[in-house]
């Protein structure tokens, strides 16, 4: 059984920082791609930043510039720095990960999800 497991999340001011953690753990063969997506109050799921096995990037336009995922294939972390935050980034973010069992196929994963607010 995969699990993701989130930390790092918490209460921050505005123009703060927070750094999100997730960690892929169980029977697998390797981590596709991983990545972020947050919801918050009364609004959809929606893409933070994802990465690919290969390095590949892809982050919402709400948050270029200012977050930056990275990953870890050896250990099958995913870390996401997040810099000059705002009140809009309050949500629960949720670690997603594509992870290639030793079945061959590929199947996806979510965290229980962090909680991150910021303060204005």
């Known amino acids: 059984q995969v699990q993701l497991v989130e930390s790092g999340g918490g209460l921050v001011q505005a123009g703060g920082s927070l750094r999100l953690s997730c960690a892929a753990s169980?029977?697998?063969?390797?981590?596709?791609?991983m990545g972020w997506y947050r919801q918050a109050p009364g609004s959809q799921r929606e893409l933070v930043a994802r990465?690919?096995?290969?390095?590949?990037?892809n982050y919402g336009d709400t948050v270029k510039g200012r977050f930056t995922i990275s990953k870890d294939n050896a250990k099958n972390t995913v870390t996401m720095q997040m810099n000059s935050l705002k009140p809009e980034d309050t949500g629960v973010y949720y670690c997603?990960?594509?992870?290639?069992?030793?079945?061959?196929?590929?199947?996806?994963?979510w965290g229980r999800g962090t909680q991150v607010t910021v303060s204005s």
């Open positions: 997603n990960g594509d992870i290639r069992l030793p079945d061959n196929l590929t199947y996806q994963y």
């Open positions: 169980g029977s697998m063969f390797s981590t596709v791609t």
């Open positions: 990465i690919t096995s290969g390095g590949v990037t």
